[in-house]
């Protein structure tokens, strides 16, 4: 069965590696400044012992203050996940680097949290919207669309 | 049986000389052989029998709409969950074969009746309005749930056509989340019985807001 990789572990080494990169660990999930997020991922996706070379899923939640796009990740060679999420705090221009480059899985997911809560992926090849059609006013999933 | 009743021997005929017999017989040969002289007539009436019944009045009206009614052809059009209690009501326990609609065709141009099973957003109703317009008439809408006739849960959203009688103009509504088998197969015989009513003079599904 797929085991919990330690939060604090994880928050710990990717300081050593990037310092000031981790702004806060919750109790299941490092969270990591937006600008740093694709060093991490990559360090997370290509460092031995970590070895988290599979993307389950990929989404965002609004939370008013913030929108929090979460990444669930796992690694099918050491049977263990780790959530990783990042806050951007900017509501009129949300803006997340792509990890498409690192997960193909991505893709869609990115497209989807673009089309519904309207956050830019800077670096996605195709980014437009996945549901609904081309010139939908608006982004149905965030907070405050009526 | 009474005891001591007369004892009765069953079959075998009493005081009859076989020479008696024998003259008997020759007499009913005799007798046939003249009386069969010519061939009997070959048995012919049941042909004008048959004439009989393949000589029908009826209204070509009523004709077709028989025709119709016993071999209406749906178009798959499953959109969501109610497209598995179509496939069920398709298969051996509710089998629709009965009413001779057994072949869900792939392509509209072969069908007869859409069945638009399940929720229609925005982005499927022009999809759905082009199969609609390549099918040939006449033609024929079921909306299966409460999703394809109203909206259901989904009316107020963003993304939802609130029925589809607002991009096709539908026959039968079949009400349900999902309806049952049986529901859908009462709707698809009030189909029948609208086909069989139907008139050729009358132009079906000719919608003047879109064509």
Request: proline share 6%; glycine share 6%; aromatic share 10%.
């Amino acid at each position: 069965m797929t085991t919990v990789f330690n939060v604090e572990y994880a928050a710990k080494k990717i300081i050593e590696a990037f310092p000031d990169s981790v702004a806060v660990v919750v109790k299941v999930a490092v969270v990591v400044n937006s600008n740093s997020l694709y060093q991490v991922a990559e360090f997370l996706k290509d460092t031995s012992g970590f070895e988290f070379d599979y993307l389950n899923n990929l989404t965002a939640v609004d939370y008013i203050d913030y929108f929090e796009v979460v990444y669930n990740l796992n690694s099918l060679e050491h049977n263990h996940s780790l959530v990783l999420k990042t806050r951007c705090y900017d509501r009129n221009r949300p803006v997340v680097p792509s990890v498409i480059s690192l997960w193909r899985a991505a893709d869609y997911q990115e497209r989807e949290i673009y089309d519904l809560m309207g956050i830019t992926f800077e670096g996605h090849p195709n980014l437009k919207r996945l549901l609904l059609w081309e010139g939908f006013m608006g982004h149905p999933l965030r907070r405050d669309y009526l | 049986m009474e005891k001591g009743s007369p004892r009765v021997e069953i079959g075998k005929p009493k005081n009859i000389n076989p020479d008696e017999l024998n003259v008997a017989e020759a007499a009913r040969i005799i007798q046939l052989k003249e009386s069969s002289q010519q061939p009997l007539p070959d048995p012919d009436n049941w042909l004008d029998e048959e004439l009989k019944r393949n000589v029908l009045v009826t209204t070509v009206d009523a004709m077709l709409g028989w025709s119709r009614r016993y071999s209406t052809w749906p178009v798959n059009f499953g959109l969501a969950c109610c497209a598995f209690e179509m496939i069920a009501s398709a298969s051996s326990r509710f089998d629709l074969s009965r009413f001779g609609m057994d072949i869900f065709r792939a392509s509209p141009r072969q069908a007869d009746l859409m069945i638009v099973a399940g929720t229609l957003t925005w982005k499927m109703a022009p999809v759905l309005r082009r199969i609609y317009d390549q099918m040939a008439e006449p033609k024929w809408v079921l909306a299966m749930g409460a999703c394809a006739i109203s909206g259901g849960t989904f009316r107020e959203s963003y993304s939802v056509v609130p029925g589809v009688n607002r991009i096709v103009p539908v026959d039968v509504y079949v009400p349900g989340c999902p309806p049952r088998p049986e529901g859908l197969v009462y709707g698809i015989t009030m189909i029948h019985e609208k086909e069989s009513k139907s008139s050729v003079a009358e132009i079906r599904g000719h919608d003047q807001r879109h064509s």
